[in-house]
């Protein structure tokens, strides 16, 4: 019947046995997405150097932190307020590495290095974190430099105290050596096998404090 109205209509026969195209729907990135391209590229910075030391296991763990929150949010659902509920999320988990705020700031800016790598490989169009909330205040921070000596007078008195240290130090293991026989000393179980010990077993401690 269909193909009768056709044929009445002056269309051909074979427009009805063509199928109708189905539209490709492309979905959108999600974070997940986004993490884990910049983890398989190697960290990038914004000059496409891989990134090495502290800075590439910052960004690495990092990273295994984003994914709990971020892997299934899609990235055009990603801005400041996606941001605030990060921020909320983070404090209600604690920190084991960093304090608070400062720490949710290096995370995010992580995130935001993974999202500008993502936007120039083409995997997303623009960096949603790039006008992303900071929440630390300014006034917070200390930097190196309010710390260091101001004048010549200063840097002699910090150099001062620091010799005086190492000769209290120094004078402190005469002490101890010349209080023990050489052979009573150096023997396994002698003051200096003790120290070791005890050195050992603080060294074991904070490893497994810290793994």
Same mark, same amino acid.
């Given at each position: 019947?269909? $193909?009768? *109205?056709? /044929? ?15 539209? %490709? ?21 914004? #000059? ?6 502290? $800075? ?5 763990? #990092? ?21 605030? /509920?990060? #921020?909320?999320?983070?404090? =209600? %988990? ?15 800016? $992580? ?19 790039? %006008?992303?909330?900071?929440? %630390? ?5 200390? *930097? ?11 840097? *002699? ?9 190492? $000769?209290?130090?120094?004078? =402190?293991?005469? #002490? ?9 000393? =150096? ?17 074991? *401690? ?6």
């Amino acid at each position: 019947m269909e $193909t009768y *109205h056709k /044929r009445a209509a002056g269309l051909p026969a074979a427009v009805t046995e063509q199928s109708t195209p189905t539209a %490709q729907v492309q979905t959108e990135p999600t974070m997940g997405q986004v993490i884990r391209k910049y983890e398989e590229d190697g960290y990038p910075d914004k #000059h496409k150097a891989l990134r090495t030391g502290p $800075t590439l296991e910052d960004e690495t763990n #990092h990273c295994k932190i984003l994914l709990q929150f971020w892997d299934a949010i899609p990235v055009g659902s990603v801005g400041p307020a996606a941001c605030d /509920r990060y #921020h909320s999320w983070r404090n =209600d %988990q604690g920190f084991r590495h960093g304090l608070g705020n400062r720490q949710v700031d290096r995370e995010l800016n $992580t995130l935001n290095n993974a999202c500008r790598w993502a936007a120039r490989s083409e995997l997303i169009k623009l960096n949603p974190l790039a %006008q992303r909330p900071k929440y %630390q205040r300014s006034s917070e921070v200390k *930097h190196c430099r309010e710390f260091m000596p101001q004048n010549a007078d200063e840097l *002699h008195a910090a150099a001062a105290i620091l010799a005086e240290m190492e $000769t209290i130090v120094k004078g =402190d293991r005469r #002490h101890r050596r010349a209080s023990h026989p050489p052979d009573d000393y =150096d023997r396994p179980g002698g003051p200096q096998g003790d120290a070791d010990r005890q050195e050992g077993g603080e060294e074991d *401690h904070f490893r497994d404090g810290e793994g």
